[in-house]
């Protein structure tokens, strides 16, 4: 399962691991969010121990959407030592996301 990232935690979550971090930009409301949320929480079990898989709720933590400019959701963005490494707007298949992961890792 992903875990929550929140304003509160994103810094060690996130910008502090020592893995790459997939970071689900989304909403309740958002149709194609959920879409992507059980990808999302797959992905969490296919890397966990390799890559930190969370989720942040636009509407509840508007800080860090605006920290990184997220306009549109989903956004998924990858961090590797608290920078941005890769970026996907919009659905898009699991395998997609998988190679961008396995990019990081490489």
Do not use: H
């Not at 996130?14 to 999302?40: H, N, Q, T, Y």
């Not at 121990?49 to 956004?75: C, E, L």
């Amino acid at each position: 399962m992903a875990v929550e990232i929140t304003d509160g935690n994103f810094e060690t979550v996130v910008m502090k691991s020592d893995k790459p971090v997939l970071v689900d930009f989304w909403a309740e409301w958002c149709g194609p969010c959920r879409m992507v949320g059980p990808i999302v929480d797959e992905l969490a079990k296919d890397y966990d121990g390799k890559v930190v898989v969370g989720k942040v709720d636009v509407d509840s933590n508007p800080n860090i959407s605006m920290q990184f400019g997220v306009r549109n959701i989903p956004t998924l963005l990858i961090f590797k030592n608290g920078q941005i490494v890769d970026k996907q707007v919009g659905v898009v298949p699991k395998n997609i996301l998988a190679k961008k992961l396995d990019a990081q890792l490489g």
